[in-house]
Structures are given as structure tokens and as C-alpha cells.
């Protein structure tokens, strides 16, 4: 959970009531994402507290759509969060050597806010909404304003409405999915032997996958 009170020229904000929001968010990412590089998403929060599960809901729905330019990190059932940061980003780095990071996680500031989800480039500070002292992370980041800062901050999170939560994380999870499928068609139109040689490896792995779990059945 972060602290956002200022904007910056660096960032991009969408609001989850705009008709195109995740169009727009994901216009924004496409442009600003390295065209050529694996991104590892890392979904900051816990399942713990509504206001911070933001980041894990956006990871739950994004790890089961056989992403092809995304290696998500945080879900629910295996959150990232302040007890295992440290430990998740150095293995983040053993897994994808030099990785490009997108950092996902809620956000608490005005009130006039909430509800607008936040682009921005360069790391976020997990923890700082609550006087955390944990790592910057990120080179590129995703807020999501889900309440107001100020006051009782860890009360404020436990009665954040989880609709709002959801419908955010959601259609952050859409963006990222169509920036996905952008990012793919760039590859096959750029490199259309390697984009085939990637998505028939990703074929093999899921019948690979699933021929095992029939032989436990």
C-alpha cells in the first residue's frame, strides 16, 4: 500500500467510471513498456485487509490467461507482500536476469481520487501509506487509488468497499491483457518464426502440463 498526494507529468490517470478506461490504460502501457523485453508484474498486497488486495486480485486474474510478454508475480492464494518482498524480488532477479519491472498496488490519497487508477514511471513505495519501510520496486508502476489517506490509515483499508476494489482490479487486469495481445502481434509481425517458435513452446508446456494432472485424476 502506497502513499500518491502529488501527480507528476511522469504519470497517466484513468478513472474506473470512464466508459474506455482500460482501452486507455492499456494505450498508455503499450507505449511506454520496451517493446522487446519479458515484464515481470509484481502484484503488491494481501488478501487480509479489502483495501490492499488490490495488487493480489489484479495477479489472481491475470496468472491464468497464458500471458506472452508477462510474468506475473502476487496473487491471492501466493501474495507479495511486506513479510516477503525482499526475499520474492531477489528470486524475481535469479528467474529473469536484469527483469523489467511493472509494479502493481492500492494506493491511498484524496479524496477526489479514489476510484482513478495511476500510470507512472519509476518505482512505487510499498508500505508508505502505513509507515512501512520497505524497498522501492518497479520501473514502471500502477496505482489504485482505493481510499483516503490521513487518518487511521489501517482502518481506512479495512473498510475500503471491496466493489471498488474489484471493478478496479479488473479493469486493470483487462488492460494488461490487451497490452498483451498488442505486444504479441508486434512480435509476429516484427520476428513471425520466433513469435511461432514462442507460442508453440507455450502450447507444449500447457499440454505438458495438463497430461500430468490427467495422470493424477
Not at 471493478?167 to 508486434?186: E, G, L, N, P, Y
Request: charged share 25%.
Amino acid at each position: 500500500m502506497n502513499l500518491k498526494d502529488k501527480f507528476s507529468n511522469e504519470e497517466r490517470r484513468v478513472h474506473i467510471d470512464e466508459e474506455l478506461m482500460s482501452d486507455l490504460l492499456s494505450s498508455h502501457l503499450n507505449d511506454w513498456l520496451p517493446p522487446s523485453k519479458e515484464i515481470v508484474i509484481a502484484c503488491i498486497g494481501t488478501d487480509r485487509s479489502t483495501g490492499d488486495s488490490f495488487g493480489p486480485l489484479v495477479g489472481s486474474m491475470l496468472k491464468d490467461q497464458n500471458l506472452g510478454t508477462f510474468h506475473v508475480y502476487g496473487t491471492l492464494e501466493d501474495p507479495l507482500h511486506a513479510l516477503n518482498l525482499k526475499e520474492r524480488v531477489e528470486t524475481m532477479n535469479k528467474e529473469h536476469p536484469n527483469p523489467y519491472i511493472l509494479a502493481v498496488d492500492a494506493c491511498l490519497g484524496k479524496a477526489t481520487s479514489v476510484g482513478s487508477v495511476v500510470l507512472g514511471k519509476g518505482p512505487l513505495s510499498p508500505g508508505s501509506a502505513l509507515k512501512k519501510d520497505l524497498p522501492a520496486i518497479g520501473d514502471l508502476h500502477i496505482s489504485g487509488m482505493v481510499n483516503v489517506s490521513g487518518f487511521m490509515e489501517h482502518v481506512v483499508l479495512q473498510n475500503t468497499r471491496l466493489h471498488v476494489v474489484m471493478q478496479m482490479a479488473a479493469k486493470v487486469a483487462a488492460a494488461i491483457q490487451m497490452t498483451d495481445t498488442k505486444r504479441r502481434r508486434a512480435r509476429l509481425e516484427t520476428s513471425p518464426t520466433q513469435a511461432f517458435t514462442a507460442a508453440t513452446k507455450r502450447r507444449d508446456a500447457l499440454y505438458s502440463r495438463k497430461s500430468r494432472l490427467d495422470g493424477f485424476m
